[in-house]
């Protein structure tokens, strides 16, 4: 079984640019898809990116993902960062063993 | 518009059973798999169980197998979680989640839940 490690939180202010990182602990970050969902306190979770770096419709192209195998991450960017944007961000995975995994989370404070 | 609206959360003891429903619309239930995810209040999300669009394929997080049995009607564009030998562990938000496929282990539209208190 494998597991989605992220930082516990991330700050920055209106009008930049931060990235969210998700690091797999065993087997290849490209083994298998990963998405990001975000979620504001009291609200059900919704998708931000899907399939490494897909954006349903209706996500701005503000927030894009990436995954890099020589660090056997994924990443959530996230530019021209507004209020809204202030939520709980997940990264999910998964394989034929482990099921469906999720990372821990992380807090985005946009200050 | 996608709709998935959970019910038949409640406060149960420890030791006994209670089962969840999802009513989904505005969509063709019977060409999507379909998730269950909870989440303790203030904590993350976790997966619980997910079916295929016709019930071939079934999955269950180590934590609940033997004791959760996952199910979808399509006639009633329904999906339900029985679950059995309540845990006070497993008090959360019980989410209804529809995967982008037949079979897929990711998901695209979420319900707002359904609270499950387990507590003598």
């Known amino acids: 079984n494998f597991m989605l490690t992220q930082p516990h939180s991330v700050s920055e202010s209106p009008g930049k640019t931060v990235t969210i990182s998700c690091t797999r602990s065993?087997?290849?970050?490209?083994?298998?898809?990963v998405q990001w969902y975000h979620q504001r306190p009291g609200s059900a979770p919704t998708t931000v990116i899907y399939e490494d770096n897909q954006r349903p419709s209706g996500v701005p192209d503000r927030f894009s993902g990436s995954i890099d195998s020589s660090s056997n991450s994924a990443s959530l960017t996230i530019s021209g960062l507004k209020t809204e944007d202030e939520a709980d961000y997940y990264c999910?995975?998964?394989?034929?063993?482990?099921?469906?995994?999720f990372g821990g989370g992380t807090k985005l404070t946009v200050l | 518009e996608v709709q998935l609206v959970e019910s038949g959360g409640g406060l149960v003891q420890p030791g006994r059973s209670l089962r969840l429903s999802c009513a989904a619309s505005?969509?063709?239930?019977?060409?999507?798999?379909m998730h269950w995810v909870r989440q303790v209040p203030g904590r993350g999300l976790e997966w619980v169980s997910g079916i295929s669009w016709n019930s071939g394929s079934i999955a269950y997080a180590d934590s609940v197998k033997g004791r959760f049995t996952i199910s979808r009607d399509n006639a009633k564009n329904s999906l339900y979680l029985q679950m059995n030998s309540l845990r006070v562990e497993d008090t959360a938000l019980y989410y209804c989640?529809?995967?982008?496929?037949?079979?897929?282990?990711?998901?695209?539209?979420w319900g707002q839940g359904t609270l499950v208190t387990v507590s003598s």
């Open positions: 989640a529809r995967a982008p496929g037949i079979w897929r282990l990711l998901f695209d539209y």
């Open positions: 505005g969509f063709p239930f019977d060409d999507y798999a």
């Open positions: 999910q995975s998964y394989d034929t063993t482990s099921g469906v995994v």
């Open positions: 065993s087997g290849s970050i490209a083994d298998s898809y």
